[in-house]
Protein backbone atom coordinates (compact mmCIF):
# COMPACT_ATOMS: atom_id res chain seq x y z
CA UNK A 1 0.00 0.00 0.00
CA UNK A 2 1.46 3.53 -1.05
CA UNK A 3 0.14 6.71 -0.39
CA UNK A 4 0.90 10.72 -1.12
CA UNK A 5 -0.48 13.77 0.83
CA UNK A 6 -0.20 17.02 -0.35
CA UNK A 7 -1.85 20.27 0.52
CA UNK A 8 -0.94 23.27 2.84
CA UNK A 9 -1.39 23.87 6.81
CA UNK A 10 -3.79 27.22 6.00
CA UNK A 11 -4.71 25.62 2.05
CA UNK A 12 -7.79 24.70 1.60
CA UNK A 13 -7.63 20.89 1.90
CA UNK A 14 -5.17 18.77 3.48
CA UNK A 15 -5.28 16.01 0.06
CA UNK A 16 -4.30 11.87 0.53
CA UNK A 17 -4.11 9.12 -2.13
CA UNK A 18 -3.87 5.76 -1.77
CA UNK A 19 -2.82 3.25 -3.87
CA UNK A 20 -2.80 -1.15 -3.77
CA UNK A 21 -5.87 -1.12 -1.05
CA UNK A 22 -6.94 -4.27 -1.43
CA UNK A 23 -10.63 -4.65 -2.59
CA UNK A 24 -13.41 -5.99 -1.05
CA UNK A 25 -12.90 -3.63 2.10
CA UNK A 26 -15.59 -2.39 4.15
CA UNK A 27 -15.14 1.22 5.19
CA UNK A 28 -15.92 2.62 8.26
CA UNK A 29 -16.49 6.29 7.43
CA UNK A 30 -17.33 6.31 11.59
CA UNK A 31 -14.21 4.92 12.60
CA UNK A 32 -12.33 6.72 10.52
CA UNK A 33 -13.61 10.07 11.65
CA UNK A 34 -12.93 9.31 15.38
CA UNK A 35 -9.31 8.21 14.28
CA UNK A 36 -9.13 11.72 13.05
CA UNK A 37 -10.57 13.11 15.79
CA UNK A 38 -8.61 11.49 18.17
CA UNK A 39 -5.53 13.46 16.62
CA UNK A 40 -6.94 16.84 17.75
CA UNK A 41 -7.23 15.85 21.49
CA UNK A 42 -5.15 16.63 23.60
CA UNK A 43 -4.00 18.86 26.69
CA UNK A 44 -1.62 21.63 25.25
CA UNK A 45 -3.29 21.78 21.76
CA UNK A 46 -3.71 25.00 20.67
CA UNK A 47 -6.41 27.17 19.69
CA UNK A 48 -6.69 25.59 16.07
CA UNK A 49 -8.26 22.35 16.98
CA UNK A 50 -10.91 24.06 18.40
CA UNK A 51 -11.72 25.67 15.03
CA UNK A 52 -10.90 22.50 12.78
CA UNK A 53 -13.65 19.62 12.78
CA UNK A 54 -11.61 17.09 10.84
CA UNK A 55 -13.39 14.75 8.49
CA UNK A 56 -13.18 12.70 5.52
CA UNK A 57 -14.58 13.24 2.89
CA UNK A 58 -13.37 10.56 0.09
CA UNK A 59 -13.48 11.26 -3.39
CA UNK A 60 -12.92 7.45 -4.81
CA UNK A 61 -12.03 3.96 -4.81
CA UNK A 62 -14.89 3.21 -2.52
CA UNK A 63 -18.52 2.23 -3.91
CA UNK A 64 -21.44 0.75 -1.85
CA UNK A 65 -18.70 1.30 1.53
CA UNK A 66 -16.32 -1.22 0.08
CA UNK A 67 -13.12 -0.59 -1.55
CA UNK A 68 -12.88 -1.60 -5.37
CA UNK A 69 -9.54 -2.19 -5.53
CA UNK A 70 -8.59 1.30 -7.34
CA UNK A 71 -6.60 4.35 -5.87
CA UNK A 72 -8.36 5.54 -3.15
CA UNK A 73 -8.71 9.15 -2.53
CA UNK A 74 -9.95 11.71 -0.01
CA UNK A 75 -10.09 15.50 1.37
CA UNK A 76 -10.13 16.64 5.07
CA UNK A 77 -11.02 20.47 4.53
CA UNK A 78 -9.47 23.37 6.51
CA UNK A 79 -12.13 25.30 7.92
CA UNK A 80 -9.41 28.16 9.46
CA UNK A 81 -8.01 28.22 5.32
CA UNK A 82 -10.82 31.49 5.15
CA UNK A 83 -9.36 33.26 8.26
CA UNK A 84 -5.55 33.12 7.19
CA UNK A 85 -6.66 33.22 3.53
CA UNK A 86 -5.84 37.07 2.49
CA UNK A 87 -3.96 36.85 5.61
CA UNK A 88 -1.11 35.19 3.69
CA UNK A 89 -1.64 36.93 0.36
CA UNK A 90 -1.15 40.40 2.30
CA UNK A 91 1.73 39.80 4.58
CA UNK A 92 5.05 41.21 3.84
CA UNK A 93 8.37 38.32 3.28
CA UNK A 94 8.72 36.36 6.38
CA UNK A 95 12.80 35.89 6.97
CA UNK A 96 13.21 35.38 10.78
CA UNK A 97 13.45 31.37 10.63
CA UNK A 98 12.98 29.42 13.85
CA UNK A 99 15.68 27.52 15.36
CA UNK A 100 14.61 23.63 14.87
CA UNK A 101 12.00 24.37 12.11
CA UNK A 102 12.42 23.88 8.55
CA UNK A 103 12.30 27.23 7.64
CA UNK A 104 15.87 27.88 7.33
CA UNK A 105 16.76 25.32 5.53
CA UNK A 106 13.86 25.42 3.28
CA UNK A 107 13.79 28.42 2.12
CA UNK A 108 17.62 27.92 1.22
CA UNK A 109 16.93 24.85 -0.69
CA UNK A 110 14.02 25.96 -2.47
CA UNK A 111 15.04 29.76 -3.29
CA UNK A 112 12.20 31.24 -1.75
CA UNK A 113 11.32 34.39 -1.16
CA UNK A 114 9.69 33.90 2.33
CA UNK A 115 9.85 31.02 4.65
CA UNK A 116 6.29 31.22 4.71
CA UNK A 117 6.19 28.53 1.73
CA UNK A 118 8.11 25.90 3.99
CA UNK A 119 5.69 26.87 6.99
CA UNK A 120 2.63 25.82 5.10
CA UNK A 121 4.04 22.51 3.87
CA UNK A 122 6.28 21.35 6.79
CA UNK A 123 3.70 21.84 9.31
CA UNK A 124 1.94 18.84 11.17
CA UNK A 125 -1.15 19.55 9.96
CA UNK A 126 -0.17 17.10 7.31
CA UNK A 127 -0.56 14.35 9.86
CA UNK A 128 -3.72 14.78 9.41
CA UNK A 129 -3.77 12.75 5.99
CA UNK A 130 -1.36 10.21 7.34
CA UNK A 131 -4.12 10.01 10.61
CA UNK A 132 -6.54 9.05 7.80
CA UNK A 133 -4.53 6.76 5.34
CA UNK A 134 -3.68 4.54 8.94
CA UNK A 135 -7.26 4.03 9.73
CA UNK A 136 -7.81 2.35 6.66
CA UNK A 137 -4.66 0.36 7.47
CA UNK A 138 -6.13 -0.13 10.99
CA UNK A 139 -9.78 -1.68 9.59
CA UNK A 140 -7.98 -4.67 8.15
CA UNK A 141 -5.50 -4.88 10.97
CA UNK A 142 -8.77 -5.29 12.73
CA UNK A 143 -10.34 -8.04 10.48
CA UNK A 144 -7.42 -9.81 11.11
CA UNK A 145 -7.60 -9.48 15.30
CA UNK A 146 -4.31 -6.97 14.99
CA UNK A 147 -4.95 -4.27 17.70
CA UNK A 148 -2.37 -1.34 17.79
CA UNK A 149 -2.43 0.78 21.06
CA UNK A 150 -0.65 3.95 22.36
CA UNK A 151 0.21 5.99 25.68
CA UNK A 152 2.41 9.03 26.74
CA UNK A 153 5.10 7.76 28.65
CA UNK A 154 7.04 11.17 29.43
CA UNK A 155 5.92 15.14 29.29
CA UNK A 156 9.04 17.23 29.86
CA UNK A 157 10.33 15.76 33.20
CA UNK A 158 7.33 13.65 34.26
CA UNK A 159 7.78 9.64 33.55
CA UNK A 160 5.69 7.42 33.33
CA UNK A 161 7.89 4.13 33.70
CA UNK A 162 5.69 1.19 34.09
CA UNK A 163 5.34 -1.19 31.78
CA UNK A 164 1.28 -1.16 30.31
CA UNK A 165 -0.59 -4.51 29.89
CA UNK A 166 -3.31 -3.40 27.12
CA UNK A 167 -7.01 -4.67 28.24
CA UNK A 168 -10.16 -2.82 28.22
CA UNK A 169 -9.03 -0.67 31.57
CA UNK A 170 -5.75 0.43 30.48
CA UNK A 171 -7.54 1.49 27.21
CA UNK A 172 -10.44 3.58 28.48
CA UNK A 173 -7.99 5.25 31.21
CA UNK A 174 -5.68 6.31 28.15
CA UNK A 175 -8.55 7.42 25.91
CA UNK A 176 -9.79 9.60 29.02
CA UNK A 177 -6.99 11.35 29.58
CA UNK A 178 -6.26 14.80 28.38
CA UNK A 179 -2.42 13.25 27.71
CA UNK A 180 -2.68 10.04 26.86
CA UNK A 181 -1.56 8.57 30.11
CA UNK A 182 -3.48 5.69 31.61
CA UNK A 183 -1.91 6.52 35.35
CA UNK A 184 -3.95 9.20 36.62
CA UNK A 185 -1.24 10.96 39.20
CA UNK A 186 0.86 10.98 36.31
CA UNK A 187 -1.51 12.40 33.90
CA UNK A 188 -2.17 15.33 36.20
CA UNK A 189 1.62 15.83 37.23
CA UNK A 190 1.96 16.30 33.20
CA UNK A 191 -0.61 19.10 32.85
CA UNK A 192 1.29 20.55 35.16
CA UNK A 193 4.18 20.19 33.07
CA UNK A 194 2.27 21.91 30.24
CA UNK A 195 0.95 24.80 32.32
CA UNK A 196 3.96 25.98 33.58
CA UNK A 197 5.62 25.79 29.95
CA UNK A 198 2.88 27.77 28.65
CA UNK A 199 2.80 30.40 31.66
CA UNK A 200 6.48 31.13 30.46
CA UNK A 201 5.98 31.48 26.95
CA UNK A 202 7.59 28.07 26.15
CA UNK A 203 7.13 25.09 24.53
CA UNK A 204 7.66 21.49 26.07
CA UNK A 205 8.26 17.62 24.59
CA UNK A 206 7.68 14.62 25.66
CA UNK A 207 7.50 10.69 24.73
CA UNK A 208 5.27 7.98 24.01
CA UNK A 209 4.83 3.85 23.33
CA UNK A 210 3.15 2.05 20.39
CA UNK A 211 2.19 -1.51 21.13
CA UNK A 212 0.58 -3.74 18.29
CA UNK A 213 -0.71 -6.86 19.70
CA UNK A 214 -1.56 -10.34 18.40
CA UNK A 215 0.53 -10.51 14.98
CA UNK A 216 2.44 -13.74 13.77
CA UNK A 217 6.06 -14.68 13.28
CA UNK A 218 7.42 -13.73 9.93
CA UNK A 219 6.67 -10.37 9.21
CA UNK A 220 9.40 -8.79 7.16
CA UNK A 221 12.26 -10.10 6.15
CA UNK A 222 16.06 -10.04 6.64
CA UNK A 223 17.12 -10.97 3.09
CA UNK A 224 17.51 -6.91 2.84
CA UNK A 225 18.43 -4.23 5.02
CA UNK A 226 15.16 -2.12 2.86
CA UNK A 227 12.75 -5.30 4.00
CA UNK A 228 13.52 -5.55 7.49
CA UNK A 229 10.46 -4.64 9.67
CA UNK A 230 12.14 -2.83 12.00
CA UNK A 231 13.70 -0.52 9.22
CA UNK A 232 10.63 0.79 7.63
CA UNK A 233 9.11 1.14 11.62
CA UNK A 234 11.84 3.28 12.80
CA UNK A 235 12.03 5.50 8.86
CA UNK A 236 7.75 5.66 9.55
CA UNK A 237 8.18 7.26 13.52
CA UNK A 238 10.63 9.13 12.60
CA UNK A 239 9.24 10.81 9.27
CA UNK A 240 6.52 11.74 12.00
CA UNK A 241 7.25 16.15 12.35
CA UNK A 242 9.41 16.50 15.96
CA UNK A 243 9.97 13.29 16.55
CA UNK A 244 13.81 12.95 17.60
CA UNK A 245 14.80 8.99 18.44
CA UNK A 246 12.57 5.65 18.16
CA UNK A 247 13.40 2.79 20.25
CA UNK A 248 12.00 -0.75 19.49
CA UNK A 249 11.81 -3.07 22.69
CA UNK A 250 14.10 -2.26 25.32
CA UNK A 251 16.58 -1.04 22.54
CA UNK A 252 17.90 2.08 24.61
CA UNK A 253 18.89 0.03 27.94
CA UNK A 254 20.16 -2.76 25.59
CA UNK A 255 23.64 -1.10 25.20
CA UNK A 256 24.14 -1.48 28.65
CA UNK A 257 23.18 -5.34 29.28
CA UNK A 258 24.60 -8.95 28.91
CA UNK A 259 23.60 -10.86 25.92
CA UNK A 260 22.08 -13.73 28.63
CA UNK A 261 19.95 -10.63 30.33
CA UNK A 262 19.10 -8.94 26.98
CA UNK A 263 17.34 -12.01 24.49
CA UNK A 264 14.28 -12.64 25.17
CA UNK A 265 14.31 -17.14 25.57
CA UNK A 266 11.99 -19.06 23.66
CA UNK A 267 10.06 -22.02 25.43
CA UNK A 268 6.72 -23.97 24.41
CA UNK A 269 3.70 -24.65 26.40
CA UNK A 270 1.18 -27.09 24.64
CA UNK A 271 -1.52 -24.51 24.97
CA UNK A 272 -0.31 -21.30 23.92
CA UNK A 273 2.76 -22.90 21.58
CA UNK A 274 5.82 -20.75 21.51
CA UNK A 275 6.07 -18.38 24.30
CA UNK A 276 8.51 -15.76 25.44
CA UNK A 277 8.57 -14.21 29.01
CA UNK A 278 10.00 -10.87 28.34
CA UNK A 279 10.23 -8.86 25.45
CA UNK A 280 13.29 -6.71 25.34
CA UNK A 281 13.18 -7.24 21.57
CA UNK A 282 10.09 -5.47 21.12
CA UNK A 283 8.48 -8.53 18.78
CA UNK A 284 10.82 -8.00 16.36
CA UNK A 285 14.28 -10.18 15.58
CA UNK A 286 16.26 -10.17 12.74
CA UNK A 287 14.06 -8.10 11.09
CA UNK A 288 11.18 -9.55 11.21
CA UNK A 289 7.91 -10.36 13.84
CA UNK A 290 8.34 -12.97 16.51
CA UNK A 291 4.97 -13.05 17.17
CA UNK A 292 5.47 -11.12 20.36
CA UNK A 293 4.02 -7.37 20.90
CA UNK A 294 5.70 -4.91 18.67
CA UNK A 295 6.36 -1.89 21.25
CA UNK A 296 7.94 1.27 19.84
CA UNK A 297 9.29 3.90 21.93
CA UNK A 298 9.41 7.88 20.03
CA UNK A 299 10.78 11.25 21.98
CA UNK A 300 9.53 14.65 21.13
CA UNK A 301 11.30 17.40 20.72
CA UNK A 302 9.99 20.49 21.91
CA UNK A 303 7.39 22.41 19.31
CA UNK A 304 10.10 25.14 18.01
CA UNK A 305 7.13 28.00 17.99
CA UNK A 306 7.15 29.46 21.30
CA UNK A 307 5.41 32.59 22.13
CA UNK A 308 8.64 33.95 23.78
CA UNK A 309 10.53 33.50 20.69
CA UNK A 310 14.22 32.12 20.19
CA UNK A 311 17.48 33.91 19.18
CA UNK A 312 17.46 33.92 14.92
CA UNK A 313 18.76 36.09 12.51
CA UNK A 314 17.52 37.89 9.53
CA UNK A 315 17.88 35.75 6.41
CA UNK A 316 18.53 38.96 4.29
CA UNK A 317 19.72 41.97 6.43
CA UNK A 318 21.72 39.11 8.98
CA UNK A 319 20.43 41.23 11.60
CA UNK A 320 19.82 39.64 15.01
CA UNK A 321 15.85 38.86 15.25
CA UNK A 322 13.64 36.76 17.57
CA UNK A 323 11.87 33.62 15.54
CA UNK A 324 8.41 34.08 14.15
CA UNK A 325 5.56 33.53 16.71
CA UNK A 326 2.70 32.16 15.28
CA UNK A 327 -0.50 30.22 16.81
CA UNK A 328 0.92 26.96 17.91
CA UNK A 329 0.60 24.22 20.11
CA UNK A 330 2.48 24.45 23.40
CA UNK A 331 2.84 20.48 23.71
CA UNK A 332 1.63 17.99 20.92
CA UNK A 333 2.82 14.88 22.29
CA UNK A 334 -0.75 13.13 23.00
CA UNK A 335 -1.49 13.76 19.34
CA UNK A 336 2.09 12.61 17.90
CA UNK A 337 1.40 9.40 19.47
CA UNK A 338 -2.13 8.88 17.15
CA UNK A 339 -0.08 9.67 14.52
CA UNK A 340 2.35 6.65 15.81
CA UNK A 341 -0.31 4.51 15.40
CA UNK A 342 -1.42 5.45 11.46
CA UNK A 343 2.36 4.82 11.32
CA UNK A 344 2.78 1.91 12.81
CA UNK A 345 -0.30 0.39 11.34
CA UNK A 346 0.62 1.25 7.86
CA UNK A 347 3.90 -0.61 7.93
CA UNK A 348 2.84 -3.57 9.62
CA UNK A 349 0.03 -4.01 6.61
CA UNK A 350 2.72 -3.55 4.11
CA UNK A 351 4.26 -6.15 5.83
CA UNK A 352 0.97 -8.32 5.53
CA UNK A 353 0.49 -7.92 2.35
CA UNK A 354 3.94 -8.03 1.06
CA UNK A 355 3.87 -11.70 2.50
CA UNK A 356 -0.05 -12.49 1.88
CA UNK A 357 -0.98 -10.79 -1.15
CA UNK A 358 -2.84 -7.00 -1.67
CA UNK A 359 -5.36 -7.41 -4.42
CA UNK A 360 -8.43 -8.93 -2.26
CA UNK A 361 -9.36 -8.96 1.39
CA UNK A 362 -10.82 -12.55 1.26
CA UNK A 363 -7.66 -14.08 -0.25
CA UNK A 364 -5.48 -11.99 1.90
CA UNK A 365 -7.24 -13.35 5.31
CA UNK A 366 -7.73 -17.05 3.95
CA UNK A 367 -3.85 -16.85 3.14
CA UNK A 368 -3.19 -15.73 6.53
CA UNK A 369 -5.33 -18.40 8.43
CA UNK A 370 -3.80 -21.11 6.48
CA UNK A 371 -0.24 -19.54 7.51
CA UNK A 372 -1.44 -19.36 11.66
CA UNK A 373 -3.03 -22.92 11.12
CA UNK A 374 0.76 -23.99 9.71
CA UNK A 375 2.20 -22.20 12.57
CA UNK A 376 0.11 -24.06 14.92
CA UNK A 377 0.78 -27.50 13.79
CA UNK A 378 4.68 -27.17 14.14
Known amino acids: MKYLTAGESHGKAIVGIIDSYPSGVRIDIDFIN ?54 IDKEDNL ?5 GHADFSGLLKYHLASIRDTIERSSARETAARVCVGSFAKII ?11 VNQIGKVVYKNDVKIN ?30 SENGNSIGGGFKIIATNLVPGIGSYNQGSSRIDAKIAYSIMSIPGIKAVEIGE ?10 DFHDKIYYDDKKGFTRRTNNAGGIEGGM ?5 IIIGAKMKPIPTTVKGIETVNIKSKKKEISLKERSDVCAVPSASIVGEAMLSIEILNGILEKFG ?5 E ?15
Not at 170 to 193: A, F, H, Y
Not at 371 to 377: A, D, S, V
Open 168 to 197: LDIVKKTEDSQVRCPDNKKSLEMKQEIIKA
Open 95 to 99: LNPRP
Open 289 to 293: TNGEP
Open 358 to 362: KDNID
Open 141 to 151: LKMLGINIFSY
Open 251 to 260: GFKSAGMKGT
Open 34 to 87: NELKRRQKGFGRGERMAIEDDRVDIISGIRKEKSTGSPISFLIYNKDWKNWKDK
Open 364 to 378: IINNYNSYKEYINKI
